[in-house]
């Protein structure tokens, strides 16, 4: 019973902080749309795509389950952008 408990404990620590880092790049991604640190973002955020599902994978021991469960973390942070919206500024150097 402990065992199920940490799995599934981990499977949600895992899922937010899947939701908040790829928040995070989107809107840094979005930022710098027409700039070439647009490919550095977007590819992280693949990057951390394909790591959240092999950690899915690993802890639920079902590919099925685990494409499930990345699917609505991905709907959730969809409606994230969309209801919450997008960090808005401009660029600022440190000089």
Same mark, same amino acid.
């Given at each position: 019973?402990?065992?199920?408990?940490?799995?599934?404990?981990?499977?949600?620590?895992?899922?937010?902080?899947?939701?908040?880092?790829?928040?995070?790049?989107?809107?840094?991604?979005?930022?710098?749309?027409?700039?070439?640190?647009?490919?550095?973002?977007?590819?992280?955020? =693949?990057? *951390?795509?394909?790591?959240?599902?092999?950690? #899915?994978? $690993?802890?639920? /021991?079902?590919? %099925?389950?685990? @494409?499930i469960? =990345?699917? *609505?973390?991905?709907?959730?942070?969809?409606? #994230?952008l $969309?209801?919450? /919206?997008?960090? %808005?500024?401009? @660029?600022?150097?440190?000089?």
């Open positions: 019973m402990k065992g199920k408990l940490s799995k599934y404990l981990d499977i949600i620590i895992e899922s937010i902080n899947y939701l908040v880092i790829t928040y995070a790049l989107s809107n840094m991604a979005m930022m710098f749309q027409r700039n070439l640190f647009y490919i550095l973002f977007f590819t992280s955020e =693949l990057w *951390v795509t394909a790591t959240f599902w092999k950690k #899915l994978d $690993y802890l639920t /021991g079902n590919k %099925v389950l685990s @494409i469960l =990345l699917a *609505v973390c991905f709907g959730i942070q969809i409606a #994230l $969309y209801f919450v /919206g997008r960090v %808005v500024g401009e @660029i600022v150097p440190f000089r």
